[in-house]
């Protein structure tokens, strides 16, 4: 059986209000089999959106870019995230429809089906960091988060 190839997923999602203008970037680095190092950026701004929802889309645009099935770590700041996938939450708001009640839908059920179908090809393990406290990928993926919704100001 062929190897998978191991990637890193950075991702964060920013928000001015909740909701307000936001936006998500994205990092994805690679290290090829003689060692050099691939990255790749993306990022997108929305005049109007919620902060969770810039952190469910960061992921979903971070995996839909491999090419491939592959080894990926996804680090995000995003509790809501990682506790969803590594709770096993996701897996009982798909069986109940996406309710946690008669009547209370989980927000972002959009993009909840839409990260599902992104995991699906990937062997996965989400890992929480903490916001704001020096991590360089995850500040990086803040700044192109801010940048790419500031940018709509202009």
Not at 48 to 76: D, H, I, W, Y
Request: aromatic content about 10%.
């Amino acid at each position: 059986m062929k190897e998978l190839a191991k990637v890193e997923l950075y991702t964060d999602g920013a928000c001015s209000g909740n909701p307000g203008p936001g936006g998500y970037g994205v990092i994805l680095r690679y290290t090829g089999p003689s060692g050099k190092v691939y990255e790749r950026e993306y990022s997108e701004g929305f005049p109007e959106t919620t902060n969770n929802r810039m952190e469910l889309l960061a992921v979903c645009v971070g995996l839909e870019a491999l090419t491939r099935p592959c080894e990926v770590v996804v680090c995000s700041d995003s509790q809501y995230v990682c506790n969803a996938v590594n709770q096993g939450w996701i897996y009982g708001w798909l069986k109940k429809d996406f309710r946690r009640g008669k009547a209370d839908e989980v927000k972002n059920i959009d993009l909840w089906e839409r990260l599902i179908q992104d995991m699906k090809p990937h062997r996965l393990e989400f890992v929480w960091v903490k916001g704001h406290a020096g991590h360089v990928f995850n500040e990086r993926c803040d700044r192109l988060a801010v940048e790419a919704y500031k940018a709509l100001e202009v």
